[in-house]
């Protein structure tokens, strides 16, 4: 999964009048008499339907990570307090696989066959959710918006139930690497990787671009906490400019690495691990005290493709800063909330469009229809089609400045293989003054 892009938002004085707007008809309207309000699918009663995830709350990933799910059930329960979806509200179930596939499997048989879920929504993780990928579609499970960045998701002949969420790690590597090849010509660039589909896929959206700038390429295991071979490899090819496409974890670790070996190249981020917060703790902790804040971040370049907490007057931000006040737990209101609240508001987006009887097929027909045509908290379409669960399609360039960030480019957007990169123009439109979509039902 990503984090969300820094641009952040805060709290507006239209909650009082948006509660009264919906509270008399719920998210997509309640179901005329005789009209819905019955069980029309597996997961959907008269009064609720259920959907689960899974996701890291315990282990190694869990930082950051275990903060998405807190995020959407927020969202989802402000949305069940203004009436719900067509007058059902929505159950939301996640559990604990602790990014260990073997739990994975399952949990997810457990959402499966005993809380008998309606959809899967934003299961994490490219190795966890890869294991239930053929179970959940073999029982014609929708497979809503996984979070994570890889090509497996976007398979609708082989695997017709799945769809991805945010942009794709191939697709965000074209990017940066355009990005290198104009404005760093002349580098020569190292590749820090994850060594799975994350840092494959984004090795090759980057070697489209910049192939023969391009001196070492080094992975890690993840788990292995050990970069020092890689890191020195890096310096010992003369790599000025290093690319990573990794976990926030290993953003710490690469940083703490470098500064002991007196090494200072350019580091660009894939938007997965270059969140200030979460990265800033990590190297607190990781070098016992010795770095206290994110400031070794400083000049990062990375990504984004969603307002974040950084710019709390956005309206989107404002928006989700209004549900964790009125519905989150304790702490404060992260980007990996923000990134957890809008996938959930665009579940929302496809429960109004499957209609006042939901099905299963329903829901992944609608998506199919007018996935396309949503627009919601991020910069970029979706690219859903029959032929296409394709998630978000592009990405802005920023660097980190301080706590926030600057824009080194316009938003742009692509597609795989050799598709063009264009500037994406759409002007980015605030929520729905009730904070809720109004997405019509699919005929």
Same mark, same amino acid.
């Given at each position: 999964?990503?984090?969300?892009?820094?641009?952040?938002?805060?709290?507006?004085?239209?909650?009082?009048?948006?509660?009264?707007?919906?509270?008399?008809?719920?998210?997509?309207?309640?179901?005329?008499?005789?009209?819905?309000?019955?069980?029309?699918?597996?997961?959907?009663?008269?009064?609720?339907?259920?959907?689960?995830?899974?996701?890291?709350?315990?282990?190694?990933?869990?930082?950051?990570?275990?903060?998405?799910?807190?995020?959407?059930?927020?969202?989802?329960?402000?949305?069940?307090?203004?009436?719900?979806?067509?007058?059902?509200?929505?159950?939301?179930?996640?559990?604990?696989?602790?990014?260990?596939?073997?739990?994975?499997?399952?949990?997810?048989?457990?959402?499966?066959? /005993?809380?008998?879920?309606?959809?899967?929504?934003?299961?994490?993780?490219?190795?966890?959710?890869?294991?239930?990928?053929?179970?959940?579609?073999?029982?014609?499970?929708?497979?809503?918006?996984?979070?994570?960045?890889?090509?497996?998701?976007?398979?609708?002949?082989?695997?017709?139930?799945?769809?991805?969420?945010?942009?794709?790690?191939?697709?965000?590597?074209?990017?940066?690497?355009?990005?290198?090849?104009?404005?760093?010509?002349?580098?020569?660039?190292?590749?820090?990787?994850?060594?799975?589909?994350?840092?494959?896929?984004?090795?090759?959206?980057?070697?489209?671009?910049?192939?023969? /700038?391009?001196?070492?390429?080094?992975?890690?295991?993840?788990?292995?906490?050990?970069?020092?071979?890689?890191?020195?490899?890096?310096?010992?090819?003369?790599?000025?400019?290093?690319?990573?496409?990794?976990?926030?974890?290993?953003?710490?670790?690469?940083?703490?690495?470098?500064?002991?070996?007196?090494?200072?190249?350019?580091?660009?981020?894939?938007?997965?691990?270059?969140?200030?917060?979460?990265?800033?703790?990590?190297?607190?902790?990781?070098?016992?005290?010795?770095?206290?804040?994110?400031?070794?971040?400083?000049?990062?370049?990375?990504?984004?493709?969603?307002?974040?907490?950084?710019?709390?007057?956005?309206?989107?931000?404002?928006?989700?800063?209004?549900?964790?006040?009125?519905?989150?737990?304790?702490?404060?209101?992260?980007?990996?909330?923000?990134?957890?609240?809008?996938?959930?508001?665009?579940?929302?987006?496809?429960? /109004?469009?499957?209609?006042?009887?939901?099905?299963?097929?329903?829901?992944?027909?609608?998506?199919?229809?007018?996935?396309?045509?949503?627009?919601?908290?991020?910069?970029?379409?979706?690219?859903?089609?029959?032929?296409?669960?394709?998630?978000?399609?592009?990405?802005?360039?920023?660097?980190?400045?301080?706590?926030?960030?600057?824009?080194?480019?316009?938003?742009?957007?692509?597609?795989?293989?050799?598709?063009?990169?264009?500037?994406?123009?759409?002007?980015?439109?605030?929520?729905?003054?009730?904070?809720?979509?109004?997405?019509?039902?699919?005929?």
């Amino acid at each position: 999964m990503r984090r969300p892009g820094h641009r952040g938002l805060a709290t507006g004085a239209l909650a009082a009048i948006a509660a009264l707007l919906i509270s008399s008809c719920g998210a997509g309207g309640r179901p005329e008499e005789g009209e819905g309000g019955g069980a029309s699918d597996v997961g959907v009663t008269a009064e609720s339907v259920k959907v689960g995830a899974h996701f890291p709350l315990t282990g190694v990933a869990a930082p950051g990570y275990s903060e998405i799910p807190t995020g959407a059930k927020a969202y989802f329960d402000y949305v069940n307090a203004n009436g719900g979806v067509h007058g059902r509200t929505i159950d939301y179930v996640y559990r604990d696989d602790a990014y260990n596939p073997t739990n994975t499997s399952q949990v997810v048989n457990e959402l499966v066959l /005993q809380d008998e879920i309606f959809a899967m929504v934003g299961g994490l993780g490219t190795p966890t959710h890869s294991a239930v990928l053929d179970f959940l579609n073999g029982e014609g499970v929708p497979d809503l918006f996984v979070s994570s960045g890889s090509l497996l998701w976007n398979q609708p002949g082989k695997n017709p139930q799945t769809f991805g969420w945010q942009p794709d790690y191939e697709v965000e590597g074209k990017i940066i690497g355009q990005y290198v090849k104009q404005h760093l010509p002349d580098a020569k660039v190292g590749l820090f990787l994850q060594d799975d589909d994350f840092g494959d896929d984004g090795e090759k959206g980057a070697r489209a671009y910049i192939g023969d /700038q391009i001196v070492a390429a080094e992975r890690y295991a993840p788990g292995n906490t050990d970069v020092a071979p890689q890191i020195a490899a890096l310096q010992a090819a003369g790599a000025d400019v290093v690319i990573g496409f990794n976990v926030p974890s290993y953003t710490a670790l690469s940083q703490l690495t470098a500064m002991r070996l007196n090494y200072r190249p350019q580091w660009i981020y894939s938007n997965v691990g270059s969140d200030p917060a979460l990265v800033g703790s990590l190297l607190s902790r990781f070098s016992e005290g010795k770095v206290t804040d994110a400031a070794m971040l400083e000049g990062v370049i990375t990504t984004e493709y969603l307002p974040g907490v950084d710019a709390p007057d956005n309206p989107w931000t404002r928006l989700w800063q209004r549900v964790w006040d009125a519905h989150g737990g304790r702490g404060e209101l992260t980007n990996y909330r923000i990134y957890g609240m809008a996938q959930a508001y665009t579940f929302v987006q496809a429960l /109004q469009a499957a209609g006042p009887e939901p099905t299963r097929e329903g829901i992944v027909r609608a998506l199919e229809e007018v996935g396309g045509e949503l627009r919601g908290p991020a910069f970029v379409p979706y690219r859903y089609s029959a032929d296409s669960h394709a998630g978000l399609g592009g990405v802005k360039v920023v660097r980190i400045a301080g706590d926030a960030t600057e824009d080194l480019g316009p938003v742009l957007v692509t597609g795989n293989g050799d598709t063009e990169i264009t500037e994406y123009t759409e002007q980015h439109a605030g929520p729905p003054a009730n904070g809720i979509p109004n997405v019509e039902p699919v005929s």
